[in-house]
């Protein structure tokens, strides 16, 4: 069975500190597919990066970078001086080839000014 | 390009009624997928459609239902209401089949009486 944990349910931080946000998920297959999306209060969930299983290269996107491992099962999600703006819920994500899309139950980040 | 399309936004409904509820995936995308978001558990998928055909299916009562036309838009279909169905439901779209990214609408806030 597929699962992914997001072990933390709320943080809270200062503006621009930085935080990273965890993710394990359990897979029985070899290939896999993981996401990070964002909800923010209005609702829509908003895709941010997608890492395919055979592709360990860790990304860096402006203030937002990605950590995956295959060896511990993680795809850790870091914000790198923290702005108010980026308050909201982020939910990490697995699929395989032919199967549904499995979500972490999520983590709120509230940054306060 | 337009997003993910839903409608209504919003729905009050009560006990024992059935609702449908509409969304038009970005223009080109086949795949359309459905998720139930509430409080309690989370985001759980409820089927998947690609070219009309149910794909997947998640573990959800019959009264839950869905199709999808050939223009991709989608529908789904809830009948006989319970209170426990009050919910943000995400409609969510994808180029083909799995494991595309899927992008998400703003969501069906649906709330039963």
């Known amino acids: 069975a597929q699962k992914v944990t997001q072990a933390q349910t709320e943080i809270s931080v200062v503006e621009k500190e930085d935080v990273t946000l965890d993710c394990v998920y359990e897979?029985?297959?070899?290939?896999?597919?993981l996401f990070w999306y964002k909800q923010p209060p209005s609702g829509e969930l908003v895709f941010l990066i997608r890492?395919?299983?055979?592709?360990?290269q860790n990304e860096i996107s402006g203030r937002y970078s990605w950590n995956f491992q295959k060896s511990t099962s993680s795809f850790n999600f870091t914000i790198t001086a923290s702005q108010v703006v980026d308050s909201a819920v982020y939910f990490c994500a697995l699929r395989s080839d032919t199967d549904k899309l499995i979500f972490g139950t999520g983590t709120r980040l509230q940054v306060f000014p | 390009k337009a997003g993910v399309t839903q409608t209504p936004r919003y729905l009050i409904k009560t006990r024992g009624q059935q609702v449908t509820l509409s969304c038009s995936p970005i223009?080109?995308?086949?795949?359309v997928s459905w998720y139930q978001q509430t409080p309690g558990q989370g985001l759980q998928f409820l089927f998947e459609y690609f070219s009309e055909t149910q794909r997947n299916k998640g573990n959800f009562p019959g009264r839950f239902s869905g199709r999808q036309f050939s223009n991709s838009r989608s529908e789904m279909n809830v009948s006989t209401l319970e209170l426990g169905d009050s919910a943000l439901y995400l409609c969510?779209?994808?180029?083909?089949?799995?494991?595309?990214?899927?992008?998400f609408g703003p969501g069906t806030r649906l709330t039963v009486l």
């Open positions: 223009s080109g995308h086949r795949s």
């Open positions: 890492r395919n299983s055979f592709d360990e």
């Open positions: 897979t029985r297959d070899t290939t896999y597919y």
């Open positions: 969510a779209s994808s180029p083909g089949r799995a494991p595309d990214t899927q992008y």
